[in-house]
């Protein structure tokens, strides 16, 4: 699928596409073209690059050492329901196997550190609040691990429908912008000019 070359455009290292925009066979994470490619439309929405680091020390420092069992608990909650209201779109993409792997991978360890920051709340011997408190650190600070060896692209942002990637594989930015110069000149009036270029 050689895409729609007006619903994305490269400036620099950034990758901007627009509300249902559908891309080439080029998987941004690994820049591959070839081999078992799947088509899929993801939702795009801006992901948090160190927030999770900060309410973390935020909790252990606010309602561990400080003592303040309301603010902390506020900032969590402000920062959840802000992920869950954040702006977001719908794009058609392309995913290689070797990045379909990775994806794989990484959402199985979300599954084992959500399963055991949970059998730690449970069984570990000292004070209930407290453990609720390590174990939600705990989480948090793996959520930011995670993120941070996740080599996949990022969404920094979205305004008025366009959606901004950075983080995207060099290869998959050099195929896509080679895509579509070739497909936007094919929409060019066949001018002299044009068929000179």
């Known amino acids: 699928m050689k895409g729609d070359p007006k ?9 901007y596409v627009t509300s249902g925009a559908v891309l080439p066979d080029v998987c941004l994470e690994t ?12 939702l795009l929405r801006p992901t948090p ?35 869950f209201f954040r702006r977001s ?15 794989k991978g990484l ?18 011997t000292f004070d209930l ?13 793996s959520q930011f691990l995670l993120r941070w060896l996740d080599p996949s692209f990022r969404v920094v942002g979205i305004k008025a429908g366009v959606a901004t990637l950075s983080g995207v594989h060099p290869e998959a930015l050099m195929h896509l912008k080679r895509w579509r110069r ?9 001018t002299p000019e044009n068929m000179e270029q």
Request: glycine share 10%.
């Open 89 to 103: 779109i719908e794009a058609n993409l392309c995913r290689s196997q070797k990045a379909r792997t990775r994806q």
């Open 31 to 42: 820049g591959m073209i070839e081999g078992e490619m799947t088509r899929i439309r993801q």
């Open 107 to 124: 959402e199985i360890a979300r599954g084992v550190i959500g399963i055991g920051v949970l059998a730690f709340i449970v069984f570990a």
């Open 182 to 190: 070739a497909q936007l000149s094919k929409l060019l009036p066949k």
């Open 7 to 15: 619903s994305y455009r490269i400036q620099g290292d950034q990758l």
């Open 129 to 141: 609040f407290d453990r609720f408190v390590f174990g939600l650190t705990i989480s948090l600070l």
């Open 49 to 83: 690059g160190r927030a999770y680091l900060y309410l973390a020390f935020g909790l252990f420092l606010g309602v561990g050492v400080l003592k303040l069992l309301f603010v902390p608990w506020v900032l969590i909650a402000g920062f959840y329901f802000h992920l």
